[in-house]
């Protein structure tokens, strides 16, 4: 089984690249796309908001 990338328009299905096989079984998954456009984050919106220890990247003791 082998997954490849292509687009469904007027019809036909167009991939994204060429299979190794001149004729082979197929099933075809519809992806639905997005109802609502994700919006673009802010770099920083979070700020003064995470706390992390100041031992945040100490190594781990464990004990046996």
Known sequence: ???VK???KDGR???EEL???SQARVMVTVLDEPKVPLKARKPGSMKGEIWM???FNDSL???D
Request: no cysteine.
């Open 6 to 8: 292509g687009i469904y």
């Open 19 to 21: 299979l190794p096989v």
């Open 13 to 15: 299905v167009i991939l």
């Open 53 to 55: 220890s100041d031992d």
């Open 1 to 3: 089984m082998r997954t």
């Open 61 to 63: 003791e464990l004990d």
